[in-house]
């Protein structure tokens, strides 16, 4: 969906790194996710965020940060805690807080080790 | 939390042939269920969604069916094409927790 940009759409991390990832979203959505997808696999939720200032953690969040000071931006940030960082990370939202839409997704982010 | 479980991994079918994926769920507070295609490399995309208050929708070719006694959902798709090949999820989602729970995916591949 064009309303939702990712960047960048390649990322390199060197060790004892912290990169971020940018999520940017036009649609007014009030929800916001972020995913990780590693190859042949589903998608698993690292943080979603309800509501501006507001966010909780998924199913993976150790080693991951993410700040809601806007409501179209939900960064995330991948820290030199999380060892194997690889994979494909997938930023959506969705128009209610109550998981009655369906989610919108951005093109995504490839994150590798150098 | 919400535990969904989708078959098979992969799935082939020669052109023109229907295909079918099914997906369960382990929450009976899940009450809507989205299904999307992620074709090498993208986003994944809506193709079809249903709520607990309906048992079957189609759209086309595309149609899902719904059985909250048996807690699982499944995509229809019929007269397959080759551009339907892709990665499929489902999900389901809680409300009171807007969180969504995907499957594994089903690698579809329609042989020409």
């Known amino acids: 969906d064009g309303g939702i940009t990712q960047s960048p759409k390649y990322l390199f991390r060197k060790e004892g790194q912290n990169v971020t990832l940018s999520c940017e979203q036009n649609l007014n959505h009030d929800a916001m996710y972020w995913y990780r997808q590693d190859p042949g696999q589903g998608l698993r939720l690292i943080y979603y965020s309800q509501i501006v200032n507001d966010f909780q953690k998924g199913d993976i969040a150790e080693g991951y940060s993410v700040s809601r000071e806007k409501k179209e931006s939900f960064p995330l940030t991948v820290t030199s805690a999380q060892k194997n960082p690889t994979a494909f990370y997938l930023c959506?939202?969705?128009?209610?807080?109550?998981?009655?839409?369906?989610?919108?997704f951005g093109d995504g982010t490839r994150l590798s080790i150098l | 939390g919400e535990n969904v479980e989708q078959h098979p991994s992969t799935l082939s079918v020669q052109e023109g042939d229907s295909a079918v994926i099914k997906c369960t769920y382990s929450?009976?507070?899940?009450?809507?269920f989205p299904w999307y295609k992620q074709e090498l490399g993208k986003r994944p995309q809506l193709i079809i969604d249903?709520?607990?208050?309906?048992g079957e929708k189609k759209d086309q070719r595309i149609a899902v069916t719904l059985n909250k006694t048996a807690k699982h959902f499944s995509l229809h798709i019929t007269e397959t094409q080759p551009e339907d090949s892709a990665v499929y999820f489902c999900a389901a989602s809680i409300p009171i927790f807007n969180k969504f729970y995907f499957g594994s995916g089903t690698k579809l591949n329609v042989k020409p």
């Open positions: 249903i709520r607990s208050n309906v």
């Open positions: 929450d009976s507070a899940s009450n809507y």
């Open positions: 959506a939202s969705s128009q209610d807080r109550v998981g009655n839409q369906p989610q919108h």
